[in-house]
């Protein structure tokens, strides 16, 4: 067996490596189920971005969640796999992912799930533009939902800028030519807020300030990792390193407009987990309305020395949140 099947189908007899894609609502949608033994529960994980699939990198991102959990990667409308079996439709999908059409995707997959796995209840990890959906439909579905886990929790677009803006200024306060800039990057947020090609390119430098000041302990992104991953296609590979905005033209209206704060419910234990160096998704602005969500049990954890990707930074940390959490 080659090194590359070795990783692809690494457990077998109690475990399950699954890699399917089939139609989600009229669109085929790619799904990877990886565990060591079917008997631990199953968890769903709502990558981020939008578009930032993670099935690709589940080898370096999520190794050790496999032993513990039956993993479910899906790349949403328009990422990576999900976008090069509707390549010749991506325009039209484009167009679309209002929060309705990804919840209805989150059933579909659940439906899905259930043909080929048997579970009662599943575990909802959301990651950052993933959390606003995850937390959307667990806060809907505490039938289906066992727990919700937000990692770098959605809150509010705008405000998150805004308020990064500001723990950004204090940081930099004794650099004037920084402060300028940082004071330049929040008077370009547009309003009406949209993701338009001048305001991302601003966001980019915003994003490297921030990785300067504040997101300093962060681990860089494995693009070695990535260009070498055995879950890819080199097309897919393409499609991961040239991301294309235009792609999420439907959901990124959906981001601007979201407001977690809107229903603050949720019906099952609800576990928050940020890393304290992530200025992407500041927990503080969670952290201002914790006291207010209801849940049978909540917690929110900040990890020291981590960033937006807590989870990499700092694997150990997260994992044993999550496990304690879930056991």
């Known amino acids: ?183 330049a990057f929040e008077n370009s947020i547009p309003d009406p807020p949209q993701m338009t090609p001048a305001f991302m390119n601003s966001l980019q430098g915003f994003s490297m300030l921030g990785a300067k000041y504040i997101a300093k302990d962060g681990r860089a992104f494995p693009i070695k990792s990535l260009l070498t991953s055995p879950f890819l296609r080199f097309g897919e590979k393409m499609a991961m390193v040239h991301g294309n905005p235009k792609l999420f033209s439907g959901t990124y209206q959906t981001m601007l407009s979201h407001d977690f704060r809107n229903n603050l419910h949720f019906d099952m234990p609800v576990l928050f987990v940020s890393g304290d160096e992530d200025f992407v998704c500041p927990n503080e602005l969670l952290a201002q309305h914790f006291g207010q969500i209801t849940a049978p049990q909540k917690k929110n954890v900040v990890i020291s020395k981590a960033t937006h990707t807590c989870f990499y930074d700092q694997p150990t940390a997260f994992l044993d949140t999550i496990i304690d959490f879930t056991k």
């Not at 048997?118 to 939902?145: C, N, P, Q």
């Open 1 to 183: 067996m080659s090194r590359k099947q070795e990783i692809l189908q690494c457990y077998t007899e109690k475990g399950i490596c699954l890699y399917e894609t089939p139609e989600i609502n009229g669109i085929r949608q790619y799904i990877q189920i990886r565990g060591a033994d079917t008997k631990a529960p199953l968890m769903l994980f709502l990558h981020g971005g939008p578009g930032g699939s993670m099935a690709g990198l589940c080898h370096v991102m999520q190794p050790e969640w496999e032993h513990h959990f039956t993993v479910v990667n899906w790349d949403q409308r328009n990422a990576c796999k999900t976008y090069l079996a509707n390549k010749s439709n991506a325009a039209a999908i484009s167009q679309s992912g209002t929060l309705e059409d990804y919840m209805a995707d989150i059933d579909a997959v659940i439906a899905y799930l259930h043909t080929v796995y048997d579970f009662e209840k599943i575990i909802i990890m959301g990651f950052s533009w993933g959390s606003l959906i995850g937390a959307e439909y667990a806060k809907r579905h505490g039938e289906t939902v066992s727990h919700y886990i937000g990692v770098g929790q959605f809150i509010h677009y705008i405000d998150g800028l805004h308020y990064s803006c500001e723990w950004l200024r204090k940081v930099v306060k004794d650099a004037p030519a920084d402060v300028e800039k940082i004071n």
